[in-house]
């Protein structure tokens, strides 16, 4: 009762009843989403219409109208006569499951013609002697005069050992990004009035140079206030204490202690610029600064001053506050949830954050800094992120017109030691929240021991689209349709934007929001199992497109799914054009030989897709489609299914004689394709394919991925298990795995590397665990300052540690291995607990904790090899302290207490182990 065939039908009605209606609309007969079993409030009663064929046209005829709902009393379902009949409404605000109504809701978009964006003046020496020049207008960044899309994340050098950086930098760059945002928190290199370190992890330069090394730009927020959970917002205490200081402010004592901050940045940073041919892309300037503009542009000066001559200079846009136009490039952000809430509930504060808008400020690009990549705990709010919450955030920010992706935090990290004090946010420091002592792991997508959460796959399977059409979508502004949702908790009208010039584009469909459970039908939140968009050209003077086509069946999006559908879009350019597109694209190789191209699809949010090409001559092939074409050039080719094998699914040739090969994965295989040809720009300009561009990894664990040095013929694999596979693009000639010539398979177009670890290159981990005191109830846990729970002893390293040393049941765990460690073997603990929280002490220091957030699936990681040798020859200790029943906290689950007061449990250890093994292809 739903399929758009009966779109012709639904027409013809409304011809025929014109007399009876002041207006049809032809586009508004479209109906994507069936609401079968769904009835919705906030409808008007059409009395006239008794039939379901009426009902749906008289939605058809009126302009404003969104929904239609048919139901016949008695039938099962319909509660009562007052229920029953023909409802019609503007918005789909509320639906429930009830058995017995059927409607169908409207999805039209009118896209407007495409605008020139307006050139925005150079901030500074913009020309680099190696990549070019960087512009910028009031649309997107360019790079020698081409639009450019650049990914950016945040990875802070002085919370990462030195010695972590490279591998830290080669994952996140295998993962898409091309630049690195990185704050400068004053207090972790002037903890001591005028004892500055630049030393070990500290060393700004050192890590620019790292990055440089893999051809990695660099984004650089120098405060000189930052926040970033650190103490004082990074401010030294001596400076906060200083008599008569006014913080943040053009008093002539606080820009004299700045200046001297900025003067020994711009020492760090001499020669590293991007008029110099170096990294630095950019600088931010202070951080949330919602005070006048005069300081600012003071401090833009300051960095100036000291020689920080780069080609952006920023400003984070929240709190909004007037400045001159072009100062500085505001800055946007966006978080699925945040520990700074004061809540103890469930806080849906975040839910507009899965909500499409338009983005930017006017007459500036939408530039992102701060997508949330994860989001840590505070002691009074223990967040439980989920892979899916970031996923969802960073496809919204595309899908409102993103063209910097920017992540806070990619990499997460762990608190260096202080001087004077420990180095966290806390509420005894005069902040509203209490942060673990040591760790800041934050769930970002690259972990503060280098092991890859679920999402960095799902950021790095966006990336590669983004990376492969960039010089296109960066032009595409953002259209919202007709109708969109009232409200954070309107669940019944579809999400989605269109990014598009006005011909062409991609649609963004969000059916994800973090805390709502949408595959549950009690739920607000449902699957759309019968989606047709209606995309209106008329004003670039183009014809109406359908996603899909009026004759196919209805696309489906799954619950909490989050897809891209792209329409008369440059698929393999110059070469063929996609009509429309429910498979969503991975990325392509245009030219992997001279005349053929190879295009990577997935089914993503549905069983099924389909797609039709503009530009084909014939269809060549169609082994696992069916496909046709019309009188013209466009064919059409449906019900496809994802494999977890890259085999044809379709090739055509094209109008210019080449072919163009299509491959479609199913979901879980999407997330196992890499490229190794992933740089801001190459030096020369040129493209080259290599050998293996393509790559894809076993899906067996999250934690295996790619390191990338420069140079796509040889890279670094790292991997959990010991028998694991390779699947190369082209194929390469020979290929070397840990310095063993594997012998390739085929595997559909693709060519398939076994190979195996030997048992003995990683030695065996003995964990060995001895009680050394059961814990006890603590105190009721108080409140702080702030008036929210506060962290017991949070100055433990310098202070009182009563609770944990009264309280906390105590382990004393020594480590055993049966074979001489390797380098290139990653040894980890994950400790599985209940209680309130955790820390681990080495030789009596404290070097991680861990407040208990309830989540069973990640636990609490402890990363050994950063604490050898002493963490393997005297062990270590690991407290954790009981959880009170009512202790005022925020826990998405809460444990069973039974009779008890109080609950505190290990529950298990597990050793955790990769391999990094080098693959060379020639």
């Known amino acids: 009762n739903t399929k758009m065939k009966e779109v012709a039908w639904c027409f013809s009605l409304i011809l025929a009843l014109l007399p009876l209606f002041s207006r049809a609309t032809t586009d508004f007969c479209y109906f994507p989403q069936a609401t079968t079993n769904y009835e919705c409030w906030g409808l008007s009663l059409v009395a006239s219409a008794s039939s379901q064929a009426a009902c749906r046209a008289a939605c058809c005829s009126n302009s404003t109208c969104a929904l239609w709902q048919f139901c016949t009393p008695p039938a099962a379902g319909c509660p009562d006569a007052s229920r029953g009949g023909c409802w019609i409404g503007a918005s789909a605000d509320t639906c429930r499951s009830v058995d017995g109504w059927m409607g169908e809701v409207k999805a039209v978009a009118k896209l407007p013609k495409a605008t020139t964006p307006t050139p925005i003046p150079a901030m500074g020496n913009a020309t680099s002697p190696i990549f070019g020049t960087l512009g910028i207008n009031s649309h997107y960044l360019t790079l020698n005069s081409r639009p450019f899309l650049p990914r950016m994340g945040e990875i802070q050098f002085s919370r990462i050992p030195a010695n972590e950086w490279h591998d830290t930098l080669a994952a996140a760059k295998a993962s898409g990004l091309t630049i690195i945002g990185t704050y400068i928190f004053w207090i972790h290199h002037e903890e001591q009035a005028g004892v500055w370190r630049w030393d070990g992890q500290r060393n700004l330069r050192a890590f620019v140079q790292t990055a440089q090394a893999l051809n990695l730009s660099v984004f650089v927020r120098a405060g000189p206030w930052s926040h970033g959970e650190c103490r004082n917002g990074g401010f030294p205490d001596w400076l906060v204490h200083t008599p008569g200081i006014r913080l943040r402010s053009l008093q002539p004592l606080f820009m004299q202690y700045v200046g001297v901050l900025y003067a020994q940045i711009g020492a760090q940073l001499r020669g590293l610029d991007w008029g110099s041919g170096g990294p630095i892309v950019g600088i931010q300037v202070d951080n949330e600064y919602g005070g006048s503009f005069q300081y600012l542009a003071a401090l833009k000066q300051l960095a100036i001053t000291n020689n920080i001559i780069v080609p952006v200079y920023a400003k984070t846009q929240w709190p909004e506050e007037a400045q001159p136009q072009n100062l500085l490039l505001p800055l946007g952000g966006g978080y699925a949830d945040g520990f700074w809430s004061s809540s103890t509930q469930v806080d849906k504060g975040f839910s507009s954050s899965f909500l499409f808008s338009v983005l930017g400020q006017a007459g500036y690009p939408p530039l992102m800094v701060e997508t949330g990549g994860g989001m840590t705990v505070a002691y009074h709010r223990r967040i439980w992120m989920h892979p899916e919450d970031i996923g969802a955030l960073a496809t919204v920010a595309a899908g409102s017109g993103a063209n910097l992706f920017g992540y806070y935090i990619y990499r997460g990290g762990t608190n260096p030691d202080g001087v004077l004090s420990t180095l966290e946010e806390s509420q005894i420091s005069g902040y509203p929240n209490d942060l673990e002592v040591k760790n800041y792991d934050f769930f970002a997508p690259i972990s503060q021991y280098g092991d890859l959460?679920?999402?960095?796959?799902?950021?790095?399977?966006?990336?590669?689209?983004?990376?492969?059409?960039?010089?296109?979508?960066?032009?595409y502004t953002t259209t919202l349709p007709a109708l969109t949702p009232s409200d954070v908790s309107d669940f019944g009208t579809l999400r989605w934007s269109v990014r598009s010039d006005g011909s062409g584009g991609v649609v963004f469909i969000n059916n994800y929001q973090r805390n709502w459970n949408m595959s549950n039908t009690s739920s607000p939140l449902f699957p759309h199992p019968a989606v047709v968009l209606t995309l209106d050209r008329s004003a670039s003077n183009l014809p109406t497109v359908s996603i899909p086509h009026p004759d196919s069946t209805p696309a489906q999006v799954a619950a909490n799914a989050y897809v891209m559908w792209p329409f008369h879009f440059p698929v393999a350019p110059g070469r063929m054009m996609l009509a429309y597109s429910t498979c969503q694209i991975i990325t392509v190789?245009?030219?992997?030989?001279?005349?053929?191209?190879?295009?990577?699809?997935?089914?993503?949010?549905?069983?099924?897709?389909?797609?039709?090409?503009?530009?084909?001559l014939e269809i060549l092939s169609c082994p696992r489609a069916n496909c046709s074409c019309d009188g013209g050039n466009t064919c059409y080719v449906r019900s496809v299914r994802g494999s977890s094998t890259p085999l044809e699914t379709v090739m055509f040739r094209a109008l210019d004689q080449g072919n163009v090969t299509f491959i479609v994965l199913d979901e879980t295989t999407s997330k196992t394709v890499w490229r190794t040809d992933l740089a801001l720009v190459s030096p020369s300009g040129s493209y080259v394919t290599p050998k293996a561009a393509f790559v894809m990894t076993s899906p067996a664990s999250s934690n295996t991925g790619l390191l990338l040095d420069n140079g796509s013929a040889k890279f670094r694999l790292r991997t959990p298990d010991y028998s694991s596979f390779l699947v190369l693009f082209p194929t390469p000639q020979t290929v070397t795995v840990g310095g063993q010539v594997v012998v390739g398979v085929p595997f559909g177009l693709f060519t398939k590397y076994p190979f195996t670890i030997t048992a003995n290159s990683r030695s065996t981990v003995n964990v060995n665990l001895s009680l050394v005191r059961p814990g006890s109830t603590p105190p009721p846990v108080p409140l702080g300052p702030a008036h929210v729970a506060q962290a017991p002893d949070q100055d433990a390293q310098f202070g009182n540690q009563s609770v944990w040393l009264t309280y906390a049941q105590i382990y004393h765990i020594s480590l055993s291995t049966d074979t001489q460690r390797s380098a290139a073997v990653r040894n980890s603990l994950r400790f599985r607990y209940i209680g309130d929280a955790a820390r681990i002490y080495v030789n009596g220091s404290l070097v991680q904790d861990n407040f208990y957030n309830a989540d069973s699936e990640y636990g609490f990681l402890f990363g050994l090899d950063r604490h050898a040798p002493a963490v393997f020859e005297l062990g270590f200790d690991l407290y954790i302290l009981p959880l009170r029943h009512d202790a005022p906290i925020y826990l998405a689950t809460w444990p069973d207490f039974g009779p008890n007061e109080s609950v505190v449990k290990l529950i298990e250890i597990d050793v955790l182990q990769t391999t990094d093994v080098e693959v060379v292809t020639a």
């Open 453 to 475: 959460h679920p999402h960095y796959h799902l950021l790095r399977r966006l990336h590669l689209f983004v990376h492969a059409y960039q010089d296109v979508l960066a032009t």
């Open 589 to 616: 190789l245009p030219h992997y030989e001279a005349m053929h191209s190879l295009v990577v699809m997935a089914t993503i949010g549905s069983n099924e897709c389909e797609f039709a090409v503009e530009s084909a």
